[in-house]
């Protein structure tokens, strides 16, 4: 079984919003370099989605697990992404896809966002 990893953001007008994600992409291929990580986007950036999810399932892969790179679980991950995934289950039932929880409700990417602003604060706050 061919597992592919999709980094999922929400997408901006500024495709310069997409950076961020695009350094997280390039350590993860760093770190797993035979795992297929690709970026797909919910609005106004592309690939979309089903388009990526499309393109890996071309190139083999048979399980997808999908990551949402949200800092908090709002209506998007509560609501639209599940019956986004639902949809493609159904037009790929070969394919298993599994969503993970948004990358900040994960304890070391909380403890990483306040080590950063305290630093960022720095004198600020003595």
Same mark, same amino acid.
Not at 16 to 22: D, I, L, N, P
Not at 113 to 125: I, N, R, Y
């Given at each position: 079984? @061919?597992?592919? &990893?999709?980094?999922?953001?929400?997408?901006?007008r500024d495709p310069?919003?997409?950076?961020?994600?695009?350094r997280v992409q390039d350590a993860i291929r760093k770190r797993a370099p035979g795992l297929a990580v690709e &970026?797909? /986007?919910?609005? /106004? &950036?592309t690939p979309r989605l089903p388009d990526?999810?499309?393109g890996l399932i071309a190139d083999g892969a048979s399980k997808i697990v999908v990551m949402p790179m949200f800092i908090a679980p709002g209506g998007h991950?509560?609501?639209e992404v599940p019956e986004m995934l639902d949809l493609l289950r159904s037009t790929h039932p070969?394919?298993?896809f599994?969503?993970?929880?948004?990358?900040?409700?994960?304890e070391?990417?909380?403890?990483?966002?306040?080590?950063? @602003? &305290?630093?960022?604060?720095?004198?600020?706050?003595a």
């Open positions: 079984m @061919t597992t592919a &990893l999709v980094l999922f953001g929400h997408g901006a310069e919003w997409a950076g961020s994600v695009r &970026l797909a /986007f919910l609005e /106004f &950036l990526c999810v499309a991950l509560k609501r070969g394919v298993q599994f969503l993970g929880e948004a990358i900040g409700q994960n070391i990417v909380v403890q990483a966002m306040a080590e950063a @602003t &305290l630093q960022a604060a720095g004198s600020e706050l």
